[in-house]
């Protein structure tokens, strides 16, 4: 069974750097790529950035530019998101999500696998 | 705010059937056959119900269904069941400059 299993919840300080991990089982993880989404208390989800499991290209949408930092471990099937410089309204629930993907494409357009979560609290 | 718009909530009684609306531009909705929708409950990890507008995949029970109408996506659940209480994202690709748009989400409750 196809699993994405999330970190543990993290406190930060504002200013700090959080790093989640989405450790990936049960399948070709250079098939597939990764999807990071967050969702901030009482707001939507929101899309943080895509890399790949092929060769580890990412995009990055203009708001996380320079601030997220999306990496993978091929040898533990294992993908990162760092986020840096946090503020407050990033206290959010970060989700790892599978999409069937290549190098700088998608095969897919939907996150069939998600992970369940990584709540990330920023307090002083 | 969100990218897509959706009510913030939807209710309905066991066995009725409701919609979910997702208005976006004619940059993501309007502009692909890309529209998703995700059902999210507390503490599980998100599962999606509908893809590419109107495919469902094969786990996904077909009293859920959805359609496009110009810059619009909806998403029906027919036969309410006390389990749907959930709530649901749309999403949308979105092109080269924002790939995935989402919705703000709806709390669907079942009376």
Redesign the interface.
Known sequence: QVQ?VQSGPEVRRPGASVKVSCKTSDYAFKTFGL?W?RQAPG?????MG?ISGYDGST?Y??KFLGRVTLTTDPSTATAYMELRSLRFDDTAVY?C?RIYSGSYS?Y??????????TTVVVSS | QSALTQPASVSGSPGQSITISCTGTDSDVGAYNYVSWYQLHPDTAPKVLIYDVTKRPSQISDRFSGSKSGNTASLTISGLQPEDEADYYCCSYGGANNHWVFGGGTKVTVL
């Not at chain 1, 707001?43 to 899309?47: D, I, K, S, V, Y």
């Open positions: 994405l999807n989404v707001r939507g989800l929101e899309w895509w995009q949408p203009q989700y999500a998608y897919y357009y939907y996150m069939d696998v998600w992970g369940k979560g």
